[in-house]
């Protein structure tokens, strides 16, 4: 079992900079993959970015590349979310969430736990 919780969002001016952090309760933090998700309104959850288990390997929706950055503390069982340059349209509540597995997917079903979810609002 794995308890998420997200911190780190808010709102923010275009051009501008946050960094949202999950950490994680329980023991297998450090065998899964990580993965990052976004839901706006009335739109479907959509997938951010992902790394694997160690943090090897990192994956990124093309709408986001070159401007966030995965990472992960095993020590800390923490996984960060650094989003620069952020524009209107990256506004959403973003979600962490554990893998089953170990690899860095991109699929909302390759996930087994849920964080509850921080709103970022990108606006002048």
């Known amino acids: 079992q794995l308890q998420l919780i997200e911190s780190g969002g808010g709102l923010v001016q275009p051009g501008g900079s946050l960094r949202l952090s999950c950490t994680a309760s329980g023991r297998t933090f450090s065998t899964r993959g990580m993965g990052w998700f976004r839901q706006a309104p009335r739109k479907e959850r959509e997938f951010v970015a992902a790394?694997?288990?160690?943090?090897?390997?990192?994956y990124y929706a093309d709408s986001v590349k070159g401007r966030f950055t995965i990472s992960r503390d095993n020590a800390k069982n923490t996984v960060f979310l650094q989003m620069n340059s952020l524009k209107p349209e990256d506004t959403a509540v973003y979600y962490c969430a554990a893998g089953s597995g170990s690899g860095a997917d991109t699929g909302v079903r390759d996930y087994d736990y849920w964080g509850q979810g921080t709103q970022v609002t990108v606006s002048s």
């Open positions: 790394i694997t288990w160690r943090g090897g390997f990192t």
